[in-house]
């Protein structure tokens, strides 16, 4: 990225490589300034003067996590999982390719 914290078309190039997206060009551009107006908006938080407020660990102070209690229950078996599957192989799900060379 540029220093003016903006995306270039370069930056959103390298993105949508990345997440195998297939932009044109009116995505690109339109992303490219979606994305600056993102960054821009949070550039105004760094006006803000945080000196007298106190760091929160939770919006919710004294919220405490629930937990259930672990219980043993018999799962599915490998035929019942893989039943409703059109792509099986040796017992597993059977799925395409996802990382190219």
């Known amino acids: 990225m540029t220093k003016d914290t903006e995306f270039s078309i370069d930056d959103i190039d390298y993105?949508?490589?990345?997440?195998?997206?297939d932009?044109?060009?009116?995505e690109k551009k339109r992303l490219s300034k979606q994305l600056s107006s993102i960054l821009s908006y949070f550039k105004k938080l760094d006006n803000l003067d945080t000196?007298?407020?106190?760091p929160t660990r939770h919006p919710i102070e004294g919220l405490n996590n629930i937990f259930r209690?672990?219980?043993?229950?018999i799962g599915l078996t490998n035929k019942e999982a893989l039943k409703n599957s059109k792509h099986t192989k040796?017992?597993?799900f059977r799925a395409p390719k996802i990382l190219k060379e």
């Open 69 to 73: 209690k672990d219980e043993i229950s």
């Open 90 to 92: 040796d017992g597993y």
């Open 15 to 21: 993105v949508s490589k990345l997440a195998l997206l």
């Open 23 to 26: 932009l044109n060009d009116d």
């Open 51 to 54: 000196t007298n407020i106190e």
